[in-house]
């Protein structure tokens, strides 16, 4: 191949409109989880901020006494985006995952943009399955470690 064929960039293709919401998604989940985390103040019992945003207790929780999986996430993501790592993994470390993952994706997301890629095409080359396996068994981990601290309690 010719050297000044290879060193010339190719036009630049348009974007698929998966792309662009893809991309509006990424930023719009970090700032969500951000605005969120900054609007609501977690919950000293480690699970119930949520209710601050007007919903109702965990029903799981109060037919059970177990917390569900999602139990202390929303607190955890409160005490996450102000920065107290430490209350955040203690109330509940899939929150956690969930806010480190939010600026990753934003940031992954970006540099695909730039580079000029298509969102929905890289989306499609992904081997989600994996990723859906690893986030499903953190959030399992998560949710055993939960349990585990209110039984303590």
């Known amino acids: 191949m010719d050297p000044e064929a290879r060193a010339t960039p190719a036009p630049p293709r348009r974007r698929t409109v998966e792309h662009w919401l893809l991309l509006g998604l990424a930023l719009a989940a970090l700032g969500a989880l951000l605005a969120l985390g900054f609007v609501v103040e977690p919950d000293p019992r480690g699970f ?14 109060l037919l059970t006494g177990v917390p569900c999986p999602g139990c202390g996430v929303t607190t ?4 996450a985006a102000r920065g107290d790592l430490a209350a955040s993994l203690a109330s509940q470390p899939f929150g956690l995952v969930v806010l480190l993952l939010a600026p990753a994706a934003a940031v992954y997301a970006l540099v695909k943009h730039a580079r000029g890629h298509d969102l929905a095409e890289v989306l499609r080359a992904t081997r989600l399955g994996w990723w859906a396996a690893g986030i499903g068994l953190a959030a399992l981990a998560a949710w055993a470690w939960k349990v585990a601290a209110m039984s303590g309690r």
């Open 48 to 61: 119930g901020t949520h209710e601050q945003l007007g919903f109702a207790p965990c029903r799981f929780l």
């Open 76 to 79: 955890s993501v409160a005490h």
